[in-house]
């Protein structure tokens, strides 16, 4: 059940919108699901449960970084097939 203090760090989240569920739940010391129902009475859009890029961790900068670079390796491959193709 959760408690008066873990109410107001749940009013005092409208003020930070980009706190995550989980979070919430860490500093409420609830589970998630527990702090999910708690919005869900209070009919608070799903959205805080997401990632705001300038949040990343190290680890994820670096991961992202990398699908980047993967996905920009693609795009040059296709085009180097693509112009291979039409050369014929």
């Not at 670096?62 to 112009?83: G, M, N, P």
Request: charged residues 35%; hydrophobic residues 35%.
């Amino acid at each position: 059940m959760m408690k008066i203090a873990d109410v107001h760090e749940l009013k005092v989240s409208d003020a930070v919108p980009v706190t995550t569920i989980r979070e919430l739940a860490v500093k409420s010391n609830s589970r998630h699901t527990k702090v999910l129902d708690h919005f869900k009475q209070f009919e608070k859009p799903r959205q805080l449960d997401k990632r705001v890029p300038h949040e990343l961790r190290e680890n994820e900068k670096d991961r992202h970084y990398e699908v980047w670079l993967c996905a920009s390796f693609v795009r040059q491959q296709r085009y180097i097939l693509r112009s291979h193709w039409h050369t014929r």
